[in-house]
């Protein structure tokens, strides 16, 4: 298993998305400041989210990666871009997911069977 986290592009400097009951609201930060909250459909603030990250098939702009290195290391995370504080946040590249920076270190070696 392989991953890859992107970073947000700039000048946006964070999100927030709550997910539901009835719609999804994506709350958004350019230069630190509250710039807006948008309301959208249930379920699709994800796929709106992603709008805002740097993502490059061939993993340039990869801020983060986590790969399982079997069972004597577990997981093993990468930061790529040494800037990103713990509460950055990065999108999984492959399921969507809005994640910190600080919830994919705390990655790091689970799985570790020695």
């Known amino acids: 298993m392989s991953t890859a986290y992107y970073r947000l592009r700039a000048p946006i400097t964070s999100l927030r998305l709550e997910e539901g009951p009835g719609h999804d609201r994506l709350h958004i930060w350019e230069h630190h400041a509250l710039a807006g909250e948008l309301v959208l459909s249930l379920g699709s603030g994800r796929e709106v989210a992603r709008f805002f990250f740097e993502t490059n098939a061939d993993d340039v702009h990869c801020a983060i990666h986590a790969y399982a290195g079997g069972p004597s290391e577990g997981m093993i995370v990468t930061v790529n871009d040494l800037t990103l504080r713990d509460s950055a946040v ?7 997911e809005v994640l910190t920076v600080g919830e994919v270190k705390a990655f790091a070696g689970l799985g570790r069977t020695t």
């Open 90 to 96: 990065v999108l999984d590249g492959d399921t969507d």
